[in-house]
């Protein structure tokens, strides 16, 4: 069975842009989770969908948003880009989003570089 | 609040010794999951290892394994017989058991392990 992919690997934006990142998740999974990964910081959840829907929400400005598809494939998007949102963004899969003990397995990052 | 803590930022470990990554959490949650992720330099999260708070016995998974001492609120990763593959960085990770917390991992600020030959 294929892993979690993320498109694109690497990105080099301008403060100011857009980016937006996309997450497939393993097949059979619906729920998808992002998180933000920088050296400052460290790993810090972004948001959860589950069947569509957003379940979760971390501590991040309305800059960062998302959505997920039918498919429970996800995109994750960052509009009005500044450097601080450099980082590598993870994606991660669940069969459900129950609280119980499902595992989320990554996926192997987006590395974004805001110049 | 629910609050991961590892206070090695990092290891070394000689070739085929074992090693012990420390973990400590923080939760008012009766109920919570613990996890330990591999992070290589390539940036992938590999899943390791689980264990629930209302499971008796300590978690294993081939070469790892997981110290749990529930009224110290601690889960040690346990590595035996070390490998050159793995020096990497290690989280240790938690999730609350309720709708509330959904899938939300919460993750210490890690530890980077190198295994010297």
């Known amino acids: 069975k294929a892993g979690v992919t993320q498109t694109p690997r690497y990105l080099i934006k301008t403060r100011g842009q857009q980016v937006t990142l996309s997450c497939s998740p393993i097949?059979?999974?619906?729920?998808v989770s992002w998180y933000q990964q920088t050296p400052g910081q460290g790993l810090q959840f972004l948001f959860e969908?589950?069947?569509?829907?957003?379940?979760n929400k971390g501590n991040f400005p309305g800059r960062f948003s998302g959505r997920q598809f039918s498919n429970s494939r996800s995109e994750m998007n960052v509009s009005t880009l500044e450097l601080g949102d450099s980082a590598l963004y993870l994606c991660?899969?669940?069969?459900?989003?129950?609280?119980?003990?499902?595992?989320?397995?990554f996926g192997p990052g987006t590395r974004l570089t805001v110049l | 609040a629910q609050k991961i803590t590892q206070t090695q930022p990092g290891m070394f470990v000689q070739e085929k010794e074992a090693v012990t990554l420390d973990c400590t959490y923080d939760?008012?949650?009766?109920?919570?999951?613990l996890f330990w992720y591999k992070q290589p330099s390539s940036g992938e999260m590999i899943f390791l290892i689980y264990?629930?708070?209302?499971?008796?016995q300590n978690a294993t998974e081939g070469r790892y394994s997981l110290n749990f001492q529930k009224a110290r609120k601690s889960a040690n990763l346990v590595i035996s017989a070390s490998q050159l593959g793995d020096s990497a960085m290690y989280f240790c990770?938690?999730?609350?058991?309720?709708?509330?917390?959904?899938?939300?991992?919460?993750f210490g600020a890690g530890t980077i392990l190198r295994v010297k030959s």
């Open positions: 097949s059979g999974h619906r729920s």
């Open positions: 264990q629930g708070s209302y499971d008796e």
């Open positions: 939760t008012s949650d009766q109920s919570y999951g």
């Open positions: 969908y589950f069947s569509e829907t957003q379940r």
């Open positions: 991660a899969s669940s069969l459900e989003s129950r609280g119980d003990t499902d595992t989320q397995y």
């Open positions: 990770a938690m999730r609350g058991f309720s709708m509330e917390y959904g899938n939300k991992l919460v």
